[in-house]
């Protein structure tokens, strides 16, 4: 049996930065996995918009990861004492950076 509608990047997402909210706003982490970088989400609820922008925007965000970007650090609070300004409007987060795959 088919799916309907297709596969899940035939359906509509978020923008990337509003994902990214979402994902920080629930408490998520983004994680890497053998497909690249994935949701990992215990019992909280994301909306499927939210995980399709992960799907297309899978690249995009592993970069953000591997520079330890603030938007996508999984901690703020406990990190921002590393927290750095890159230039651009951009910020680091040291620990992220160091950690990154």
């Given at each position: 049996m088919a799916r309907k509608g297709g596969s899940i990047m035939s359906q509509?997402?978020?923008p990337i930065d509003r994902a990214l909210a979402t994902i920080r706003e629930r408490g998520v982490f983004l994680c890497y996995s053998e497909h690249g970088v994935d949701l990992w989400t215990?019992?909280?609820?994301?909306?499927?918009?939210?995980?399709?922008?992960v799907v297309k925007f899978n690249q995009e965000i592993q970069a953000m990861m591997k520079q330890g970007r603030m938007?996508?650090?999984?901690?703020?609070?406990l990190h921002r004492q590393y927290i750095r300004h890159a230039g651009q409007g951009q910020y680091i987060c040291e620990i992220c950076e160091q950690i990154a795959v």
């Open positions: 509509r997402h978020m215990p019992h909280t609820p994301i909306p499927v918009s939210a995980r399709r922008a938007e996508v650090c999984p901690s703020r609070d």
